[in-house]
């Protein structure tokens, strides 16, 4: 049982940046982490996700060269960074533990944060 805590969420002007957290508590370093995102009306879908030893990692089209994915497993934390954000990034972002791997199907991630809300004024 993996227990998923998200962090770091707001209101950012576009061009801005933040920081989201996940902390996961028990064996979180043995697990693959997704950060997904849903905005209004859309389906939930990935936006980076990372292997359990950050070895590989996953980035949508959309957030390529804007957002990093990373972890320090001796915090049992996996961060978010986002730079250069953009109105069309506002969402509830949401952090998600799958065994080992990563993956980009929602519907593979056993655990879910509660989401957090990231909103970017134009």
């Known amino acids: 049982q993996v227990q998923l805590v998200e962090s770091g969420g707001g209101l950012v002007q576009a061009g801005g940046s933040l920081r989201l957290s996940c902390v996961g508590s028990?064996?979180?370093?043995?697990?693959?982490v997704g950060w997904f995102r849903q905005a209004p009306g859309k389906e939930r879908d990935v936006a980076a996700a990372?292997?359990?030893?950050?070895?590989?990692?996953y980035y949508a089209d959309s957030v390529k060269g804007r957002f990093t994915i990373s972890r320090d497993n001796a915090k049992n934390t996996v961060y978010l960074t986002m730079n250069s954000l953009k109105p069309e990034d506002t969402a509830v972002y949401y952090c998600?533990?799958?065994?080992?791997?990563?993956?980009?199907?929602?519907?593979?991630?056993?655990?879910w944060g509660q989401g957090i809300q990231v909103t970017v004024s134009s």
């Open positions: 028990g064996s979180f370093n043995t697990y693959g």
């Open positions: 990372m292997n359990w030893n950050g070895g590989r990692t």
């Open positions: 998600a533990a799958r065994k080992f791997f990563l993956s980009t199907t929602p519907g593979e991630y056993a655990y």
